[in-house]
């Protein structure tokens, strides 16, 4: 019955990834769309949603308890990198793969996938513990994230850096800057007006739908069909579905019993939830900035895409 519960719990979310995938099959949508509906979700849909909110979720109080919990997935993402670095050196990964197969086992897709999760799951009153996670993947991605990816090209000469500019921007997406915004208006008491309360509201109400959509029609171009599941690709994937969220709830577990951390029940699910959650969908894109692997960077984003609907419901039903 449990396991039934976890399933019904994201059906929905099954449902319009159909509806994406099918609009694409049938070229009900223009080959450009789903650029265009990515930058409404993250540009605009989005911040919008974060900053209402936190101003309606979060206190000045709650703000402060929140931020002692960063230390959780701080630490995860740690570990998940030493693992994977392990990993990396114990199967002799090759170079071109070895970014890619880093980054599938820490850094994940909290946008498009992990907050409509999120908040079918739990609600929208989840959306600010999301954020402690948010933040710490958003920071490993593209602090961490692309330094390995750019250190990966197979076709340096050995020792030659690769092209691993800091992109500061990237630090600072529209999400988290709709973020710190919130922040100012919580910690200076600063009124909203009901009519920007109510726009805002609208508009952040069309991130988990669209992004949803999204997914299918990525799904529909990546083709299903050509899904392969190689030594390097399974291996990857346990790491991001098995061995990243067992660090979480581990840490989780011994934060309770050592550090006596009381942490709201759905505080945990949404962190033990987001460490699950399927590889970056720009993977791909970062893949072939530093002439890798992008076919095995797109698979790994299509299978793991795919697999998280079966990893959830067990995952649900387990937490």
Known sequence: ??????VSSVFSIILLMALGYYL????????????????LITKIALPASIFVSVLKYLTRDTLIS??????????????????????????????????????????????????PLNIALF??????????????????????????????????????KGNSTFRWQKLLPPPLVGFIIALVFLVLNIPVPT??????????????????????????????????????????LFGRFIIYPAIMIILISLGSSFLHNTMEPVLRK??????ATPMLAVSPILAA???????????????????FIVVVPILMAFI
Do not use: C
């Not at 694409?24 to 930058?39: E, L």
């Not at 949404?270 to 460490?275: E, F, R």
């Open 1 to 6: 019955m449990l396991f039934y519960n976890s």
């Open 24 to 39: 694409k099959a049938k070229k009900a949508v223009d080959p450009s769309f789903s650029k265009n509906i990515s930058g």
């Open 66 to 115: 929140l931020s002692g919990n960063l230390l959780f997935p701080v630490l995860a993402a740690v570990i998940g990198y030493a693992i994977a670095y392990i990993l990396v050196n114990a199967l002799h990964i090759r170079p071109g793969r070895r970014g890619t197969f880093i980054n599938a086992i820490v850094n994940a897709n909290t946008v498009f996938i992990g907050l």
């Open 123 to 160: 609600g929208e009153k989840s959306l600010p513990y999301f954020l402690v996670y948010y933040i710490v993947n958003t920071v490993s991605t593209w602090a961490i994230g692309v330094f390995i990816w750019a250190n990966d090209d197979p076709t340096k000469v050995k020792g030659e």
């Open 195 to 236: 009519f920007i309360n109510s726009t805002l509201s609208y508009v952040g109400g069309l991130v988990t739908p669209l992004s949803l959509i999204y997914i299918g029609i990525v799904l529909y171009d990546a083709g299903l069909k050509n899904m392969k599941f190689d030594r390097d690709t399974i291996v990857a």
């Open 270 to 275: 949404t962190l033990i939830v987001q460490s």
């Open 289 to 307: 900035e530093s002439n890798g692997d992008v076919e095995y960077a797109t698979n790994l984003v299509v299978t793991s895409t795919v697999l």
